[in-house]
């Protein structure tokens, strides 16, 4: 593979990434919000929301190994793993190696739900919230496309879409932390029914 090949490649599995992770992160609020997907039974959300972590983490995978391998840049594997190291634009790449570390926590944890507990792997899973913005700013201070049309647009869209979900998910936690008890025994009596 060519420099140049290595380098066109690692900007578009950035966008990917961009791309699949705000996937990710909507569908994980509404597996949060028990909201069924048009098609699919509330299960298969759930099932969507992993199946799609895997293939966005694929694509980090693939990103973070083209932006080693590519010559252009010497980015190498302490930079990857410790932030703020690399003598290449050490914030940005720092910020990639933040949200990149705040990431496999994320999926380390949910490989090990099981043993972990639910108390713990959803104080350790809420990173996610973090990571995603953290990556977001990561690739406007570092990426070569930001500032170009479909770059800015993938962006904004990106931006508004998780804005969005998280004030919905925001409105619906302050709703339901002002229920009474009443209510909420109602609501667990119409959800057994």
Do not use: N
């Amino acid at each position: 593979m060519t420099s140049e090949t290595l380098w066109y490649a690692g900007r578009a599995t950035g966008a990917v990434c961009l791309v699949l992770f705000t996937a990710v992160v909507l569908l994980g609020i509404a597996v949060r919000l028990r909201t069924r997907l048009p098609g699919l039974p509330r299960f298969g959300t759930v099932a969507l929301h992993r199946s799609l972590s895997l293939s966005a983490t694929a694509f980090l995978a693939l990103h973070v190994a083209l932006a080693v391998v590519d010559g252009y840049v010497d980015i190498g594997p302490a930079d990857v793993l410790v932030p703020f190291v690399s003598d290449y634009r050490p914030l940005w790449l720092g910020l990639g190696t933040v949200a990149l570390d705040l990431m496999l926590a994320v999926l380390v944890t949910s490989l090990l739900r099981a043993r972990l507990g639910p108390r713990a792997w959803r104080a350790v899973h809420r990173l996610a919230y973090v990571s995603w913005p953290v990556a977001l700013v990561h690739g406007i201070g570092i990426g070569t496309d930001t500032g170009t049309g479909w770059m800015t647009w993938l962006t904004v869209c990106c931006l508004a879409a998780v804005a969005t979900a998280v004030g919905i998910r925001l409105a619906h936690s302050a709703r339901a932390a002002r229920r009474t008890p009443a209510e909420l025994l109602r609501t667990a009596e119409g959800a057994r029914s």
